[in-house]
């Protein structure tokens, strides 16, 4: 094996996170404490469009949350309703032209929209809407949505909505914003989360708030109401608040990774608390795995409730022998190979006189390429360990996902090509054990089999044929189209405009 070209980055990628308001006279202030909260979820650009009622205000740009909403910002964009978006993209794509919501002016009206997910049959459709006339603007899956929506012979935006989406396939949890209505939308399949939440003032006014975690309703004091189902779509406008199911049922598949590493452990996520899961994901791999040891170590933050299960299960003392630095990025967004290489060890340094001659039980959620695992446990070595034995919580990963979350190629991903066996060798542990898949949907409580596992068992619940030229990442960036031929006559509808402020 050659791992010399391989990158330090050996993280999955966030995907989006998405938040929306109705009914508040600072809508837009609390759509950015909920970005806030969901800033875990995508740091390269974020985007909100408040409402006044008669317009929608954008702001949209890269970076972070707290760089980009300056008072100034947020002064700008009044009104009672309002949507917002936090977005990763992969190391090609970060213009500011993808940032969302997107906003569109069609024969449907002003309409912005945020989207979490992954539609995965998108430049199928680009295809064909680019021949019947439509003229894109970004190279987001989520701009067909928009097409397709102007495109629908609906009279209403939830019919339109509810066309549109009936001929896209794949991952999305969106929030939508027009002038007096928000929509809240999931997949049928439900593969990213998306919950609803309320606010009640002092003088009993409330205010509806939609956010992909409920980390979100925490900050801004609301209260959880429930998830939004899988093929629901909630509109919320001034008569009030209801619930549209705009598709057949199908067999759920909500994102396990969620709860393995992407979601806060204080957030609900399917409607489990994600501390909870992950707690039992540590207690399970420690009757799994069980070793001979005097510490349980996480590789913090994600690594950690997963140690405390193991220690609990196990009774070996849990200490934080490795301490990360808060105040630099994540190694996966730095831009070039030079930062990386020193991604590991300005974010992790382990404290020598807790390791120092011990047994070391190393707890980390997940092994993408294997190369940042390698230096840590080259780390903890140093630092005196005898013995380091990685315990992973969750089942090894062999092969990419195209729901939304950035991954890499299955040729770099370790488990792809190779055993425990030689990934615990290239790692210079003493030695590794992944939780089962049956151990993996037992923490998350999985008995219908709800949840999407795709990435553990290369078994996808949706054609996949065109992805096999797949571009770059997923998480909203177009996919290659392998060249659909379209033999529908070409339709015009009218102007669709894409417009792109701040
Ligand atoms: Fe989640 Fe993996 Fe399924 Fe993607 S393939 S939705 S990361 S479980």
């Known amino acids: 094996m050659n791992y010399e070209n391989y990158v330090l980055d050996d993280r999955f990628h966030d995907h989006c996170g998405v938040v929306g308001v109705f009914g508040h006279a600072e809508a837009a202030k609390l759509v950015y404490l909920g970005l806030y909260a969901l800033q875990h979820r995508g740091q390269e650009s974020a985007g909100i469009v408040s409402s006044d009622g008669t317009e929608l205000h954008s702001h949209r740009a890269m970076g972070e949350v707290e760089e980009i909403f300056t008072p100034d910002v947020l002064d700008k964009l009044p009104g009672a309703s309002a949507i917002g978006h936090t977005r990763y993209s992969t190391a090609g794509d970060k213009a500011l032209l993808n940032a969302q919501p997107i906003m569109i002016d069609c024969n449907k009206g002003k309409i912005a929209l945020g989207h979490n997910g992954n539609l995965t049959n998108a430049a199928e ?33 939830s019919g339109a909505l509810g066309d549109a989406l009936n001929q896209v396939e794949g991952a999305y949890s969106l929030v939508v914003l027009t002038p007096d209505e928000l929509y809240a939308v999931r997949d049928p399949r439900g593969f990213r989360p998306l919950n609803l939440g309320k606010l009640t003032s002092p003088k009993g006014e409330e205010t509806w708030i939609v956010a992909s975690e409920t980390c979100a309703f925490d900050l801004l004091d609301a209260k959880y109401v429930r998830e939004i189902e899988p093929g629901e779509m909630v509109r919320i406008s001034r008569s009030g608040i209801e619930s549209i199911h705009f598709a057949p049922p199908k067999q759920h598949q909500q994102c396990i990774f969620e709860h393995v590493y992407f979601a806060r452990p204080d957030s609900k996520i399917f409607g489990r608390s994600v501390n909870a899961s992950r707690e039992m994901l540590g207690r399970l791999l420690a ?22 299960g193991y220690a609990m299960e196990s009774g070996i003392p849990f200490r934080m022998g490795l301490i990360r630095n808060h105040y630099i990025g994540r190694t996966f967004i730095e831009p070039s190979q030079a930062i990386r290489n020193f991604g590991v060890k300005l974010k992790l340094n382990p404290i020598r006189g807790l390791i120092e001659g011990k047994r070391v039980i190393l707890v980390d959620d997940s092994i993408v390429r294997g190369t940042t695992s390698r230096k840590i ?21 062999i092969s990419p996902c195209y729901y939304g979350v950035d991954t890499p190629t299955r040729e770099e991903l370790i488990a792809s090509s190779n055993t425990p066996e030689e990934i615990c060798k290239f790692l210079g542990a003493d030695s590794l054990g992944y939780i089962s898949l049956a151990g993996l949907k037992q923490a998350v409580g999985d008995t219908q089999g709800d949840f999407c596992t795709s990435c553990y068992t290369g078994v996808y619940p949706t054609d996949l044929v065109q992805l096999e030229v797949r571009e770059g990442g997923s998480n909203g960036q177009l996919l290659k189209d392998p060249g659909v031929q379209d033999t529908t006559p070409v339709q015009t509808d009218g102007p669709v405009t894409v417009t792109h402020e701040g």
């Open 287 to 308: 009757k799994e795995y069980p070793v001979d040891a005097d510490l349980v170590v996480p590789v913090p933050d994600s690594g950690v409730p997963a140690a405390v």
């Open 125 to 157: 459709w680009r295809r064909k809407l680019e021949h019947r006339g439509s003229i894109f603007q970004t190279n987001s899956d989520t701009e067909v949505v928009v097409h397709l929506v102007a495109k629908s012979q609906a009279r209403n935006l």
């Open 377 to 397: 446990v080259r780390m903890v070595r140093e630092a005196g360990a005898t013995e380091v034995h990685v315990r992973i919580s969750c089942p090894p990963t």
